[in-house]
């Protein structure tokens, strides 16, 4: 399955926020993976832009809305190679994109074949404001909600919340970009969630950073897109899952 | 029943385009609006405010009424009675290229809301056709070329990416270069690798304009220059006339052979 058009989520004045597309590998067979980006006046942001299958998609997508000279920054939530996998094709292709990351992944990501010297803003644990001028993009702290340097983004004009792996749903037969039942949604992320997420720990940590956000919108990384009261619903879902992680794990 | 008509001058023969308008799964990728897809069914969203939209779903048939004409019909499976049809019709035209006529219609509920979304629908799928029968046609056209012609196919993204990936960045920085120095520029830059790989590629940009550049046992062998937007193929001309700041980027390859240009060689 492919889907080359993309779909705007939130638009203002000169702001959007604007899901980028899909596509489907013979090997990824129902865990498909999202790629977003923002808009701001003229620059762009794009949000785990993916790997290198995805790649002329997503950039033939997002050269729709924005020029590739005008992204400032590749945000990623992680380091997984369905994340971080084309990175060196977005280096070359948007020259003055900085690359926002957890610290702990700055001497991993060189891997690839890539020089981030100039390029890589490393992520304190406890997050921070990205200042792109008028307005700014939170990088909120989830570690171990999947990885253990882990970042969603919240972007406060469009009120949504980027939530990484979180969300994250495997698809049978059907694929579908915006949540509608919820409650059937739910079978298809129950197992990802309490396979991946770390600790029950994790999970109240990041309950507390995220309290205060006005989130209309929640965007995955992989599933489908939770919006208005399907988005609290998912929000309190998370917070509210008992065993995941190692109490799954027997000796 | 709303219509909207529209009309693309593909630059590929009616063969080609056919056979994208023919491949169901392609050209529904570019239908926008969807919000849902099942194996033979589509989900489609109007609008984002509740009052004002229509989401549906609907069973997607393909039919072929002549060997030039197509149609799709997507009917509700809701049993309301919306229902799109696009009729597709593809004939060759002058200078080896294809006239394609697509008509879209649409019957039902809410048709003053759908109706603003027609010609959107129409210029999507018309510019997926073209893009895909393009991709189509220089795809064959590289298979048939008896020389590789490295200058176009660095313009492409596919050719690119399949470098990129196959190589190692040794060599980021930012150069200032004088009008009619810039070949010397790189030349100098990469002097002390020139002969150590077999394959260099150099990317470089500045706010106007940027070049990809590939070395091939030590010759020039591509040269792609985009300018204000204008392309440029194989001019050492244009490549000289640029000057300014630029961040250039040098990559070796790691591969014996460039990606996806011996199997093209062998066919």
């Known amino acids: 399955m492919k889907i080359h058009e993309p779909y705007i989520l939130y638009e203002s004045n000169n702001h959007k926020f604007i899901w980028l597309g899909l596509d489907e590998s013979e090997t990824e067979k129902g865990i498909l993976t999202n790629q977003y980006l923002i808009v701001h006046g003229n620059q762009g942001i794009l949000l785990d832009p993916g790997g290198y299958f995805v790649f002329e998609r997503v950039f033939e997508n997002a050269s729709r809305f924005v020029k590739p000279e005008n992204i400032k920054a590749i945000l990623y939530s992680h380091q997984d190679p369905d994340v971080i996998g084309g990175l060196t094709l977005w280096l070359d292709t948007a020259p003055n994109a900085k690359i926002y990351v957890s610290y702990l992944w700055e001497r991993f990501i060189p891997h690839l074949g890539v020089d981030l010297r100039e390029r890589i803003i490393d992520l304190p644990d406890e997050g921070m404001d990205i200042d792109f001028g008028s307005f700014k993009i939170k990088a909120i702290p989830a570690h171990f909600m999947h990885s253990p340097g882990n970042f969603h983004y919240y972007d406060p004009i469009a009120k949504i919340y980027f939530s990484g792996d979180m969300g994250a749903a495997v698809f049978k037969d059907k694929w579908y970009l915006i949540v509608d039942n919820f409650e059937e949604h739910v079978k298809l992320m129950e197992w990802f969630h309490r396979r991946y997420i770390a600790s029950r720990r994790a999970i109240e940590l990041w309950a507390k950073r995220i309290e205060g956000l006005d989130i209309d919108i929640v965007a995955p990384q992989h599933g489908s897109i939770f919006m ?24 | 029943m709303i219509t909207h008509l529209a009309e693309e001058t593909v630059t590929t023969n009616s063969n080609n385009v056919i056979s994208v308008v023919k491949d169901a799964d392609t050209l529904l990728s570019y239908f926008p609006y969807q919000v849902e897809r099942g194996r033979n069914t589509i989900t489609l969203q109007f609008s984002r405010f509740f009052i004002l939209s229509l989401r549906d779903t609907f069973e997607v048939s393909f039919s072929q009424q002549s060997s030039l004409m197509f ?35 649409y019957s039902g509920e809410k048709e003053w809301i759908v109706k603003r979304y027609l010609p959107d629908i129409a210029h999507s799928l018309l510019e997926g ?44 920085e930012g150069i200032s270069v004088p009008k009619g120095q810039m070949l010397d520029t790189i030349l100098s830059s990469i002097a002390d690798i020139l002969s150590k790989y077999k394959t260099i590629y150099v990317s470089a940009s500045s ?36 000057s300014g700041e630029f961040k250039v980027n040098v990559y070796v390859l790691l591969v014996p052979e460039i990606p996806g240009v011996v199997e093209d060689e062998n066919s």
């Open chain 1, 228 to 251: 208005g009261e399907n988005a609290k619903k998912f929000l309190n879902w998370l917070k509210n899952l008992d065993k995941v992680g190692v109490d799954f794990i027997s000796s």
């Open chain 2, 129 to 172: 056709i073209s893009r895909e029968a393009k991709r189509a046609y220089e795809a064959k056209a590289q298979e048939n070329e008896k020389e590789f012609d490295y200058s176009r196919q660095l313009n492409k993204l596919s050719f690119v990416s399949k470098l990129l990936l196959k190589s190692r960045l040794i060599k980021s």
């Open chain 2, 207 to 242: 706010t106007s304009s940027s070049f990809r550049l590939l070395f091939i046992n030590g010759d020039l062998k591509g040269i792609y220059v985009n300018e204000n937007g204008k392309e440029y193929f194989s001019d050492e001309n244009i490549l000289s006339s640029l």
């Open chain 2, 71 to 105: 149609v799709y019909t997507l009917k509700s499976l809701t049993g309301k009675n919306n229902k799109f049809q696009i009729f597709i019709n593809v004939r060759d035209n002058k200078n080896s290229t294809s006239l394609v006529h697509l008509a879209i219609e």
